[in-house]
Each structure stands twice: as C-alpha cells, then as structure tokens.
C-alpha cells in the first residue's frame, strides 16, 4: 500500500538538503572530523583474525559501563543531525507504525424467499494501526420494491485489549425507520476455536436498550471452498412497539453460507438463512401480517480491499 | 586489481553460463546512464556478472523482471537481478560507489561486513539514506575473508530485487581447497508489490497458504489435535508467510523454468556459496547423490562436516564442496521450508544436460515442541543428527533422488498425540515472561519451557532419512584460546501476534521504542539469551560484529552473523562489542522487520573517544 511509502516519501521531502558530501567519505573514517566518527578506524589489529573464526583475545580492562543515555546518536556527528532527525523518524515509522484501510465485505447478498424476494449489506472496514484504529460498520435489509426495511451506520473507536479482541465504542445511527441514534459498546475478535465473534450493546436516543451477538466460523473443505455457519441474536431490554420489537430476545438467525474464494478477496457464496422473531418480537410480526419465521435462500458475494 | 592474482582455474565459471554469456557480450550500459531510473520499461537481466577492483559503482534503478511467464517491476542494481557479484580481497582497500537512480530513497548493507557503522547503510541508523539522483561511497578495506552478500535496507526494495553476492578472498592462503566455484544466491520472485503482501499478511491471516488444514486434508492430525489448534486460534501450517505459487524461488535470479545450469568437470572439487537472500523464506537445500561438505557458515570457516542436506534461514550464508567424480547432472535443489516450492539449478558436466528435481516432500506441520515445551520428542535434539547408511546413495551420481518414502508420512506433527489435552495448557502464561517484556495485545503465546533448539535440524527435517546440519555440528575452524567469559548476560524475547501480524523484540515495536536502544559498552563481554515466544522460526540479524553461537563447542563456538531461533525456543550468543555506533539489530524475515521486529544496538565509543 502506499500507505507504507508515504513515510518513504515523507522522508524525501523531509530531508532536501542531506548530507551527501563525498569529500567526507573518500577517505574513510581518517579524515572524519568530529571524535565519535574518527573511532572507528581504531586499531583493529586484534580482528586480523577474524576469518579464521577467532574471537578477539580477552581485555585486560573491565567493561566499563554502558555509559549512553538519550536516543541513538551516533550517525548524527557525521551526516548531520538534521538529515538523521528525519530519516530516523522515516524509520521508526517504516518498522511497526504502518497505518492500513481495510474494507470488507462480509455479506453482500440476494435473498430468494416467500413474497417478495430481498437483500442484505453487512459491511465493515477500518483505518489505523496495530493498537487503535477508527472501525466503521455498515448493515441494512429490505425486499425489492419495499422502502428499506432496516438501515444502519456505526462509527467506532476500536483499541486492541488482548491478542484476539477490540473493544469498540461509538456511535450508531439509524438510516431507515424511525429516527435512532446509539450509543454502542462492544467488543470483536476471535474466541478460542476460531469463532469470530461481534457483540455489541446499543443504548437508543430514546432510551431503548438492545444488543446484538454475531457469530462466524470458517469451516474449510478445500483451499479455496469454506463452509460457514453463521449466528445471529438480537435482544432487547425492553418493548420497542414503533420498531416492533418485543423484550427479551428479538430474533435469531441461523445461515449456512458455500463460499468459493476465487481469490482471498473475492468470494461468491450461496447459502440458507432462516430467521426467527420469538416472543412479544414474533407477535408483532403476526399482528403486522408477516411470518415470524422466514426462511431466505442467498446468493451473494464477499469480498475485501 | 584484487583478481589478478588469483588461480584463474578457481575464478572461471563463476555464476551461471548464462550470465557469462550475457556478461561476455558487454552488456548496454542503459544502467549506467540513468536512462532506466524511474521507469519501468529497462528488462532486467538474470544475474550474475562480476565487479572488483579498487573503484567499484553500483546504479540501483528500476527495470522490468519475469521468470515462469510472471513479470512486475523490480529494482536492479547494474540492470540484473541478483546485482553483481562484488569481489573483494582482504587488505585491499576499495571504493564502492552508490548510485541510486531511483525516484525513492534506497541504500545498500553490506551483510556480515566489518566496517564503521556510519558506512553500514541502514537508513535512520547509520546514515540518512541515499536520495534519488544521489550517490554515496563507501570506502572498504576488508578485514575478514568469506561469503556475504548485499542488499536494500530502504522499505521494501529487497523483495524486488535490490541484493547481490559479496566474496572476500583471504589475504592468505584458503584454508578450503576447491577447484570451481560457483554462487547459489536463493531469492524470491513475485509480481505483487511487496506494499500490497504486507497489507494482506495485516488483515489477513495465512493468506498465502495453500497448505492450510481443511475437512479433506492428508495431515496426520487427529479430529483432537484438530480441535486443541482451534482452541489456541493458531495453525499447524502456520510455517512461511509468503510461499508459493505467490513466490517463484529463484537461484541466481533464474526460476525453475528459467533451466539454470552450473558446470562442473568430473572429479573436481566445487565450491558453491550458498546464500539466502530471499525476503522470507527458509530453504532446504540438498544435491541428491551428491553429499556437501560444510566448510564455511555465515563466512567464517568451520571444521568441514559432511551433510546430505541443510536448512538455511533467511540472511544465513554456507560454504559447500562438492565433489561429483562422474560426468552427469546433479539437481540443486532448494525446497521451500514450507515445501510449496523449489528453487532448482543443475550442477551440469555437460551444456543441456539438465538434472532430474526430487518432487516437493509433503508439507510439515508445526509441533509441541514449536509452542515451546519441553518434549524430548519434539526433535529438538541434544544429539547432532545421526548419520544414516548411505550405501544407497552411492549410484546417485546421475542426480537421482534420494529415496524418501520413510518420509513421506512422517510429519513431525505427530509427536503431538503425546501432547497433554488437558484444558489447562496455558498457552499465553506471561507471568513466565521477565519484567523487561511488555505485555499486550502483541504476545500471542508464550513459550512455557523453551528449550535451545540449536541441536535441531529445521522443521521438517528432523526425521529426514539422511544427514542434516544443525548448529552443533557447527565448530569454527580454529580454536579460540582467549576467549572471554561474558560479563553480562541478557535475554531478549521475540514476540509476535499472529492474527493481527505484530512482529516485535520484548513486546515492543521499534516504532515504540527505536529511540530507547539496547545499549553495550566499548568491549564489553555479552552473553545475550534470545527466547523465541512465537510459533515460527526467526533468523535474528546483527549488524556489525559477528557473535559466537553458544552450541557447546567451547573454544570452536562458531561465529555467525545471522541466528535462527526455532519456534518456542531459545539459542544463545556471545558478543565483543567492539565495534563502537549504533547497529541495526533485527529478524530478518523481510516483512517481520518491518512490522516491528528490530531495534537499534548502541556500541558505546572508546573512553576517552567520546
């Protein structure tokens, strides 16, 4: 990624004026002019040796003690601390500190099913480093010649607390129905027995609070054919009426989802998913004229840049 | 000149026909002139030609390479790739003049070179860099003998092509008698830019493994060994992290369909200098039915020991004599670590003759013995390898393989049904970790007892029906009488994240701590203890000094430049820290360095300098 080079870059336009000064180096440390840089050339008659494996002969003297103290410094006498102000920085950068946008994909998909057929977006994607980064997240449904069904925004601060979890916070805001915006709280990684795990608590502008638990496992059949079972639970402290929504457990969704990776970052999958609204959730479903249990039959793409 | 003196019968057929023929033919001087810096059009040529003297000029510039029908940009040094040879002689001072004709910063390290830090060419250590359209010398007056080699240490540009072989003839007589030499420089080809593998290695675990454990899989892992993976999140696959088919392994810049072929007359002794100048990958290198004797590691000599077989890691250099007595073809080959790929050449008594290649083995898998316990089964092998009965090899002389069925289904991942079950294998207990390691989301794993592994052959090779090197067998050709007991001794844990690929020194990236170096005094004695915390093998690199390897061969302790610390493991070094200025000190799996996996050594000024 370029992402890599631009320190690379930064560290041209940093630095116009470096010290490329030959009369310096044509002769070697002999002619250096500052006192750390004419040492090297000390008597380094005890290495003639050294091809053939011998270890220098043992000193007399006692190790004096490590007497540096501050930041690496040494290059700085000779090629000028400016020039090495820079490109230490270009280094440091370079090694460790690389910055990725990473935008994923998870379920882009078409959803045959009783009655209008439909579809589905599961995006999400991130920018930062290692340790901190700024996750996005982006989920809505709908069936075809309906409004959006439900739609959805999160912005999140995401910090790496343990080898396979972040813990996000954030916003969540709604972009279908009526009007929400959340405040989120959650956590995201891999558990033991390699399940991706999303879970999340959403505390509504309204006062509402819900969750949600994702969980994804990869079964590989081939190098590039995975099978993967896919869990979803929504729960609600409370009866959400406007949003249809019945406290205790809202829904569960159960997919099983065939996906070929004709590259890593490209994958077309086929798949089932059968959901169900429980409770005072499948309720309202019924009194608004629909099934509480659907069940869809997905064709779809996952990919990731 | 530094060649002239030298027997023309050892100096001929350096390199391979080809670049002799290329070389022969004065190659256009398109490098030389700029006129390929910062396009990308210039076809690069294979390596490799040969420059010595008292001036010598190196133009990095862009170019184009291809080999197996792939091509992409790459970088070459005097429009080849491997760049040329560099050949120096001890005592005999030289200028080495670097022209980058980039339109990006770039720089050369003199890999395993004694020479004033500020000459070392690491960028931010040692010197600023080199910028576009700049030039930067080098004065050299070598103080050693041996093989080495050369490369970028600017970004990425040692993954496309920026690095090349550096002999030092001794002052004196060598030691090693050898009649023909030839290089074998390992390296990788691919045509995804270097930028793009680091991204997918960050946000995508094994995304280059086509090794991967799957439900129709031939491991020999049972359905609980299985699951006790799962459990850790880790991979028994999890052994290079590039490999084949992204990597097209190359020997001497030519891949396996690019037909290398080496020379060689019937009875003579051949030298070949074996270095891995790849970005990531360790190589299995064997000549079926033809034995090596090792004389030289990491340029330093050592008492000639007898191998079919030897791992080398990335950065690590071996001297070999060969000696085939009939004419045919001896296959070089240089399996992949992972076993998804070979580099091949033919050691050929005949122009066209081309060697039969031993098929891939089957891929090995990691083992208890990896996660750092202790497990006499493990392979890690207190014992040098057994020599085996050869007899059978002795009609390999044609390049036959050597019969491996004994191997084929012996993968050292099932020494792990001995492995204990139960649920309260701690796989992360960083209590066990000193105070100096930084605990966090970058520590995947501890190692729970790590054991020095350096009696241990490489993975995968452990149970190989034949002789291979590990380090004990390795002893410094002379003894060393004054040999100093360390007076400090130190331990650096290396550390890693596999799922979120974080590479770091003591849980900490250089990028956290670059301005906090490790510090040694002027002369000071070191015994540094390096604990390898992580699943994979890591070749750690020291700029500057040789180290002694601490593998039980007292006064013959070998000097190396470059250390592989097995998986879970531990291996030790003494250091004289006698070359005063800061020193880059890193692993050197190109994409692990650069994830964090490096840290600045400062070598304190003599009293009374500073």
Redo the contacts between chains.
Sequence with gaps: MRLISASLAAMIAATPALAQDHNQMDHGASKMPAAPEAEPAVDHSKMDHDAMGHAPPASPQASPANNLTGPPDAADAIWGAEAMRASRKALYQDHGDIQILWVQGDRLEYRARQGNDGYLWDVQGYYGGDINKFWFKSEGEGSFGEPVESAEAQALYSRAIAPFFDLQAGIRQDLAGPERTHAVIGVQGLMPYMFEVDAAAFLSTKGDLTARIEAEYDQRLSQRLTLQPRAEINLSAQEIPELGIGSGIDNIELGLRLRYEIAREFAPYVGIEQEWKLGGSGDFARLAGEDASVTNYVVGVRFWF | MTKSNLPLSRRRMIGSLAALSSAAALPLPAWATGKMGGQMGGAVRKGIHELSGAQIDLHIADGSFGTGGRSSHAIAVNGTVPGPLIRLK?GEQT?LSVHNMLN??SSVHWHGL??????DG???????????G??????L?P????TYWWHSH???QEQVGHYGPIIID?AGPD?VQYDREHIILLSEFTPIHP??I???L???EG?FS???????DDYPLSAEQR?MW????MMPTDIADVSAPTYSYLINGHGPEDGLELPYEPGERVRLRIINGSAMTFFNVRLPGLPMTVVQADG???QPVEVDELQIGVAETYDVIVTPTEAGAFAIAAESMDRSGMAQASLTSRPGRKAAFPALRDPPLLSMADMGMDHGGGGGGAEPAEPMDHSKMDHAAMGHAVPEAASADAHSGHDMAAMDMSDGMAM?DTSLLPASVKI?????MVAISPQDRTGYPGLGLDDAPHRVLNYRLLK???M?H???AP??EMELHLTG?M??Y?W?FDGK????V????I???????VRMKLVNDTMMAHPIHLHGM?F?LVNGQGH????KHTVIVQPGSSATF?V?T?????WAFHCHLLYH????M?Q?V?V????G??
């Design positions: 001890e200028l990006v910063d004694l020479l004033p830090f500020q000459f690491v960028p931010g250590i040692s010197f600023p860099g080199i910028k576009p700049a030039r930067f010398d080098v004065p007056t103080r050693q003998s041996g600017s970004g990425l001794p030691p930028h793009s680091m991204k997918k960050k946000v995508s995304y086509m090794q991967k454990t799957s439900a129709t699951r799962g459990r850790m999140r330093q000599n050592v992360r966090g989301p970058g520590i995947d410094s050709l002379e060393d004054g040999k100093r007076d400090r994240n799922e979120r974080m770091s990236k250089f990028s956290a670059g301005d906090d170096p510090r040694f005094g002027h002369d000071e004695r040789f002694e013959h302790q070998p000097k003494d004289t006698d070359e005063p200025g800061d360095m650069h994830a964090g490096m600045t400062s304190a000024f003599p009293e300098a500073a």
